[in-house]
């Protein structure tokens, strides 16, 4: 559940992708190796940096089908205002967004995790937090997943806003059957 009309993300924010690990019956038993995309689900990450702030700021996430330059170019004119910087590990998918600049870190032989503290912090999180809550994933919910994951952790330090936010979002909303909640694609 996410909050219509949120404010995109502002100032410095990290951004990069990253994949996680998915088997249905339809994948192969394992996944491909390297940048394979093969028993992989693709998501990329944002992260507000606040400035002198004790942690990270707001987060987003969605899921991608690819990392091409549309796909990543698409995810940051949703997500980030215009004038935004979006700093990155380099990768060539990234540059040419409009209104936004491009301020790159290279990794080469150097760990992302180095470069890009805080995004990576928000996917190690990620991965762990569906085998303890949801007890996997469901590549076909993945985007409600990631969904949920950015409203508990930008509402992580005011619960009592969390609750207020939640009500607000469902109290806007027609009520839905049982069926169109668990299909989506479902006619209601």
């Known amino acids: 559940m996410f909050a219509p009309g949120r404010s995109p993300l502002a100032g410095l924010v990290e951004v990069d992708e990253t994949e996680i690990a998915c088997s249905s019956k339809n994948d192969p038993v394992t996944g491909g190796g390297g940048r394979s995309h093969q028993g992989k689900m693709l998501v990329v990450g944002a992260v507000e940096i606040e400035d002198g702030g004790p942690g990270p700021g707001r987060i987003r996430l969605s899921q991608v089908a690819d990392y091409s330059a549309a796909s990543l170019r698409g995810f940051i004119a949703v997500n980030l205002a215009p004038g935004a910087t979006a700093k990155t590990d380099g990768w060539s998918g990234y540059p040419g967004a409009a209104g936004i600049t491009h301020d790159p870190h290279v990794v080469g032989k150097m760990a992302a995790h180095i470069v890009l503290p805080w995004v990576h912090r928000i996917f190690s999180n990620l991965k762990v937090c569906p085998l303890v809550v949801y007890q996997g994933l469901r590549r076909q919910h993945l985007q409600s997943y990631l969904d949920e994951f950015v409203f508990r952790f930008n509402r992580r330090r005011t619960r009592h806003a969390a609750f207020r936010s939640l009500l607000g979002i ?15 694609e479902a006619k209601a």
């Open 170 to 184: 469902a109290a806007a909303h027609q009520p839905l059957p049982y069926k169109l909640l668990i299909s989506p």
